[in-house]
């Protein structure tokens, strides 16, 4: 059975980031390094074909918000590393990016979201304040599952993670999504971020525990 390769573009202002991201690449098989530019104007027609364009750009929130959706307009996954203030993870995410990732963050968890955003799922490995005024209420079981979309894991993944089946798991993504509206894990993902709750490893606590305002 083949492996399919994720083709991945960097747009970048930093060479360092540039070079350690090329060699990190590099190392594995299932990922290609396409292109590498130091702005999206000058990677233009290099973009073709590409799975994940990785930003790295050292600009404001909206600037960086403008990129994701002018990315995802060609029909590019986003994965961002920024090193700004941690409300940027919601504004970028807002904008169409699939991760959001802590330029703090090591090779192999770079790796993992890269994957996963590749694969379509979303990531983000920085807390974000609360977005929105009025939002759902999440049981803590459902908190725990929402982390865990958040991070890339699948419903196997999640049931295993937290002892229970993989049919509860489906069981609690139906109610969130009928208190969302939306079971996309795209829109999960941000629910995460919105909500801050992607700084903590997930426990195992009850079913019914304290509802997140």
Known sequence: MSTATTRIAVIGDCPVFQEGVSQLIG?????????????????DGGSRGVDVVLVDLQQSAPSLAAVVAELRGRGHAVLVVSSSPQVDAVQVIQAGASGYLSRQVGAEELLTAIRAVGAGDGYVSAPAGHLLGQSPRFTKREQEILRLVAHGATDHEIADRLSISKHTVQSHLDRIGEKTGSRRRSRLTRLAVEHGLTDAETGTAADQGPELR
């Open 27 to 43: 190392t594995v098989p299932d990922l290609h390094l396409v292109a590498i530019a130091p702005s999206v104007d000058v990677l």
